[in-house]
């Protein structure tokens, strides 16, 4: 892959086979598998899930799977996430960093629980301004990533067209499965092969979350990632438990008008803006299935372990000697 520097240096105009790789480079990163399965797959839970041999399973799948956002993958270990965000300076800038993500639960003592990482580049004027927010897996389970959000922000002279972003996109997911005015949507099983028509029209009925633009579920909210330990999976209450069967991955584009500086817009369809600048894409990735799993063997050590406290504390009440006094005893 070429450097990010020198395309930054390159100009738009001509160069759209060189952009291609800029977006491509920028959106998603090489691993071992090149694109997600493209079988058409219906929904389906995984096996065992939210338990520890369930939730190492989702690990070993999220990690063949490699699918990814920039130099962030699921499944790559949190160890690793968090020397690539040192090493290529997305914690040298003023930004919520690691240690905000880590957080102690009484009932699990000498323990810290890292929830996530993030951090951005790009802070000078005319820069390509980049952020990145990371959710992983929690003790007792292998910390690896399980959602990634990348944001990009696109000064003028440097923006690709929303063409050549398309065309990386589904380059590397496949046609998309869903697209709002201004999101495209990418629906997976939980083994990564693509969901049929039928399963999708399944989620949508089912998923509300799923029919706007916005998040899914956050990524990298420091005090959603220790809610869903200590309180629960969001709203699981009143979630319909297929939408937690999916990998979800969205899109969401922003541009502008070169002739007349409006906002893009798909209302009636990408390709009638397909020569708009880029101003701003934000990749979101969700192993919701993953996410979930791993989130209840977290929740369900805290709850055995505060249980186990609770009855260790009520066994050494019983065995505590009582003084009723001697006034008392000689009744």
Not at 264 to 280: C, H
Request: with cysteine.
């Amino acid at each position: 892959m070429i450097p990010m520097n020198r395309h930054l240096e390159r100009r738009r105009m001509g160069l759209s086979a060189v952009l291609l790789g800029l977006v491509a480079g920028l959106v998603v990163v090489p691993v071992a598998q090149s694109a997600p399965d493209t079988q058409a797959a219906s929904l389906s839970t995984a096996p065992n899930m939210g338990t520890p041999e369930g939730t190492a399973a989702l690990v070993k799948t999220a990690s063949a799977l490699g699918l990814g956002a920039g130099e962030f993958h699921l499944g790559m270990p949190a160890d690793e996430a968090i020397a690539t965000l040192k090493s290529q300076g997305y914690l040298a800038n003023p930004a919520p960093e690691v240690g905000v993500f880590s957080f102690g639960i009484s009932q699990v003592p000498d323990q810290a629980f890292v929830g996530g990482a993030a951090g951005f580049l790009g802070n000078t004027a005319g820069s390509i301004t980049t952020t990145v927010n990371l959710n992983f897996t929690m003790y007792p389970n292998t910390p690896v990533v399980s959602a990634i959000e990348r944001r990009i922000v696109y000064p003028e002279s440097k923006a690709p067209t929303i063409a050549t972003t398309l065309a990386a996109l589904r380059k590397k997911y496949g046609p998309e499965s869903k697209t709002t005015h201004e999101t495209l949507f990418w629906f997976y099983d939980h083994q990564g092969h693509r969901l049929s028509k039928a399963a999708i029209d399944h989620l949508q009925r089912s998923c509300p979350q799923i029919s706007a633009s916005s998040a899914i579920e956050p990524i990298g909210d420091r005090g959603h990632v220790a809610d869903r330990i200590t309180q629960g999976f969001p709203g699981i209450s009143g979630i319909n438990l297929i939408c937690l069967n999916a990998l979800y991955v969205t899109a969401s584009m922003s541009g502008k008008s070169i002739a007349n500086g409006q906002r893009s817009s798909a209302a009636q369809g990408w390709d009638k803006v397909s020569e708009d600048l880029m101003t701003q894409l934000i990749v979101d990735i969700y192993d919701m299935p993953l996410e979930y799993s791993a989130s209840t063997v977290s929740r369900n050590l805290i709850e055995h372990n505060d249980a186990a406290k609770k009855q260790k504390e009520s066994d050494a009440a019983k065995r505590r000697p009582v003084d009723v006094g001697e006034e008392d005893a000689a009744k």
